[in-house]
């Protein structure tokens, strides 16, 4: 008799295998991160958007084949809404209107399969009605909108699919 963490762990490599058969190569770099637009003051902050964003831009690269590989330049970044100083808790406050505090990125990108580019060139992407439409990520999320952007950006630029 099987016991369910055994029924757990066996369902687990088989996901684990069968998502194996996606997942391109992803290289992130961030091009002159200290200008950019709009990132925490603290440097650790900083390092935590960067961290998380290039854990995001890998999670889009499983739906690549893996015999590709995916490099992205990330050229600058404005993160969505507006950093209020906040005494009190030594931490930043993050205030999002919906106004003009969309988020927006600059990219440059290249996709190569067998040495040979697939597709390359640069991305200028936001989404001023970022507020105004679902977001699948948690509120708890700082990153939500610009994720949500990403995944919008991704599925038109290499999956083909449109909103």
């Keep these: 008799m099987k016991t ?7 369902a687990g490599l088989c996901l684990l295998s069968a998502t194996s058969a996606f997942a391109a190569e992803v290289t992130v770099h ?3 991160p200290d200008k950019f637009a709009d990132m925490p ?12 964003l290039t854990e995001h831009f890998a999670k889009l690269g499983q739906r690549l084949p893996s015999d590709q590989t995916l490099t992205i330049d990330v050229l600058d970044i404005d993160l969505a809404g507006r950093v209020i100083p ?7 406050l993050r205030i999002m209107k919906g106004e003009a505090d969309w988020p ?5 990108y290249s996709l190569q399969q067998g ?3 697939v597709a390359s060139g640069d991305a200028d992407i936001s989404d001023m009605a970022y507020m105004m439409h679902l977001n ?9 909108f610009e994720k ?3 995944d919008e950006w991704f599925e038109k630029t290499f999956l083909g699919k449109r909103r």
């Design 4 to 10: 369910p963490i055994r029924q757990m762990a066996f």
């Design 30 to 32: 961030y091009v002159q």
């Design 41 to 52: 003051f603290e440097p650790w902050e900083r390092e935590d958007v960067m961290k998380q």
């Design 86 to 92: 906040n005494t009190r808790s030594g931490r930043d």
């Design 104 to 108: 927006h990125m600059r990219l440059r």
């Design 115 to 117: 040495g040979n580019v």
């Design 136 to 144: 699948r990520y948690s509120d708890g999320d700082p990153l939500r």
């Design 148 to 150: 949500q952007m990403l």
